[in-house]
């Protein structure tokens, strides 16, 4: 969606920390999301976060929001095979429905 | 194991022939969204529901695209007439939203429609 930018593509090695950033225009979201969508698969959210908060951290997965900046980034770590996907950042506008970033693209190299 | 369930999930068909694509919702979800992801536009947002009366169809071409909620199991979308452009994979997702919030999505596993 064009009011949410994310990068196409981020290759890792596998062990390495991943980040994905996202930047998205409408301040007014109340929530912002990570899903995650592997081959021939629907999408499935991983976290998300409430636009008071700065961090959260669920295991490996750590949300950074700025909300000054309108910047959101989702750090992976010790990031594995497993992680190869397509990670979608979404924000939410009131009672409206999500509107998704373009992707981003993670290729883990073992 | 409660999940959004899409038919078909494969559909290959001819320029001009109608396609009807069927969501089953996760059962107490009040939310029903239609998305269309393709290469070049992303996932964009066709229609939504909630409890059973659309509330917003603008990302929709009207005058080929039609989508109902028959009853709160049963989200359809059709196409007439289909085009090549129209081909995509088209996901529903169902939620319940409460609140301000959009809530946690359960997406099904897509129809994928290739248009001839």
């Known amino acids: 969606g064009e009011d949410v930018e994310q990068s196409l593509f981020l290759s890792v090695r596998e062990g390495d920390s991943s980040v994905i950033n996202c930047t998205y225009t409408?301040?007014?979201?109340?929530?912002l999301y990570w899903y995650k969508q592997e081959p021939g698969a629907g999408l499935q959210l991983l976290t998300y976060?409430?636009?008071?908060?700065d961090m959260k951290q669920d295991q490996r997965l750590t949300v950074l929001l700025n909300k000054k900046d309108k910047h959101l980034s989702l750090r992976i770590a010790d990031t594995q095979t497993g992680d190869s996907a397509i990670y979608f950042c979404?924000?939410?506008?009131?009672?409206?429905?999500?509107?998704f970033g373009s992707g981003t693209r993670l290729q883990v190299q073992p | 194991d409660a999940r959004v369930t899409q038919t078909p999930r494969d559909k290959v068909t001819e320029m001009g022939q109608e396609v009807t694509m069927r969501c089953q919702p996760i059962?107490?979800?009040?939310?029903v969204f239609w998305y269309r992801q393709t290469m070049m536009q992303g996932l964009e947002l066709l229609a939504y529901?909630?409890?059973?009366?659309?509330?917003?169809d603008s990302g929709m071409p009207k005058d080929r695209f039609s989508a109902e909620m028959p009853d709160a199991t049963l989200a359809t979308l059709k196409i007439q007439p289909s085009e090549p452009r129209d081909s995509a994979v088209y996901f529903c997702?169902?939620?319940?939203?409460?609140?301000?919030?959009?809530?946690?999505?359960?997406f099904g596993e897509g129809s994928r429609l290739t248009v001839l």
């Open positions: 529901f909630r409890n059973r009366a659309p509330l917003d």
């Open positions: 979404a924000e939410n506008q009131g009672r409206r429905a999500l509107t």
């Open positions: 997702a169902s939620g319940l939203v409460l609140g301000q919030g959009a809530g946690e999505l359960f």
């Open positions: 976060i409430f636009s008071n908060m």
């Open positions: 409408d301040s007014s979201s109340t929530y």
């Open positions: 059962l107490g979800h009040n939310t």
